[in-house]
């Protein structure tokens, strides 16, 4: 009993030598990162963007990572992520990663095309299913979605950018399948952990089960199944779930923010004529913006820094399972 306040003492010590170290360390990395891109804690808890302050650690910029793109009026990427050792990571991995998003930009342009030549959708009340072109309706919103670099923190990661239809849905980037063959997700350059699936037959996968005849599990989706479909009895719609909130890809910290961004999206009308007009029913706080551009993980474990309201969170919740 009578070391207890000895240990405690001894703790704090420690922490604020850690602190202390930690401050430093962080401070000497960026001045070692002369990029244009840097984002400095401005002491209030914000960085230059308005987002929430991305914490640095010692030794998180090596150098060894190529340079980032350059910021536009949308997107300003935070310091540069790299602790990695020299060779791992492709010199071409920037232009590489532009190529593949100016190629998503043309693809999410040509679905919007679509979009407008479909005409109105034409709800068979009271059953809410379209009739005429809502299968069509649905292929299209689809695409739209696939294709939205908006639906990742930075703007900048689409689901395609790692599952290209010119590469059997895989990764689309040689350099990047010759060597690590994970891909970066949006905060640059934070490496996802494996490589991403083909996900062409994913959709007829069933539910995760064990089947008699093989004597195995079967079904479910992600290499290792884990996205069992339970809760919405789709495997392939709740593995789609994983993504936008995976702080190695998507990065988004709350799934209210992927709701937000889609209904900030072009294609907003099209998603409340299949979905229906409550799916952005949403009382969302002042400082939304200010959440959703600030990477998953910034918050710690608090899976839902975005403060709703009960109500408002059902909604999200709800649109986000559509
Ligand atoms: C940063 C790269 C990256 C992004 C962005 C990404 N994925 Fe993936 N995807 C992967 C990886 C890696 C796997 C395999 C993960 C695992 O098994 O743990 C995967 C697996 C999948 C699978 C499983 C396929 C199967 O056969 O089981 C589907 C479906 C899928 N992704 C769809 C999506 C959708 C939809 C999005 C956007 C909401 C998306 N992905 C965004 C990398 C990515």
């Given at each position: 009993m009578k070391r207890e306040p000895q240990l405690s003492t001894l703790l704090v010590c420690v922490g604020l030598a850690l602190l202390a170290f930690l401050v430093n360390a962080s401070s000497a990395a960026a001045q070692a990162n002369g990029d244009t891109n840097v984002q400095n804690n401005?002491?209030?808890?914000?960085d230059d963007r308005g987002a929430f302050a991305v914490k640095q650690g010692p030794g998180t910029n090596t150098g060894n990572c190529p340079a980032l793109p350059p910021a536009t009026d949308d997107i300003t990427l935070p310091r540069v992520y790299c602790p990695y050792p020299p060779?791992?990571?492709?010199?071409d991995l920037t232009t590489e990663s532009e190529r593949v998003r100016r190629e998503i930009r043309g693809i999410e342009q040509e679905a919007m095309a679509q979009a407008a030549a479909l005409g109105p959708l034409v709800p068979t009340s009271p059953s809410q299913t379209l009739a005429g072109n809502g299968v069509r309706a649905v292929q299209v919103l689809g695409k739209l979605i696939n294709y939205d670099e908006n639906l990742s923190v930075f703007k900048n990661v689409a689901c395609a950018f790692c599952h290209m239809p010119y590469a059997g849905f895989s990764g689309p980037i040689p350099s990047v399948n010759k060597t690590v063959v994970a891909y970066p997700g949006s905060l640059q350059f934070r490496f996802g952990k494996r490589k991403p699936q083909?996900?062409?037959?994913?959709?007829?996968y069933p539910v995760l089960h064990y089947n008699l005849t093989q004597a195995n599990f079967y079904g479910g989706n992600f290499w290792d199944l884990r996205a069992t479909g339970y809760k919405i009895q789709s495997p392939d719609s709740e593995q789609a779930q994983g993504p936008p909130l995976d702080t190695q890809e998507m990065g988004n910290p709350d799934f209210g923010c992927v709701v937000f961004r889609l209904s900030q999206a072009k294609y907003r009308p099209l998603f409340e004529g299949i979905?229906?007009?409550?799916?952005?029913?949403i009382d969302f706080p002042e400082n939304t913006e200010k959440v959703c551009r600030t990477p998953a993980?910034?918050?710690?474990?608090?899976?839902?820094?975005?403060?709703?309201?009960p109500t408002s969170r059902g909604t999200a919740s709800a649109t986000f399972d559509a």
């Open positions: 401005n002491g209030r808890g914000d060779g791992l990571i492709p010199s083909s996900y062409d037959y994913s959709p007829r979905w229906g007009k409550q799916s952005f029913d993980g910034a918050f710690g474990t608090n899976p839902a820094p975005l403060r709703l309201n």
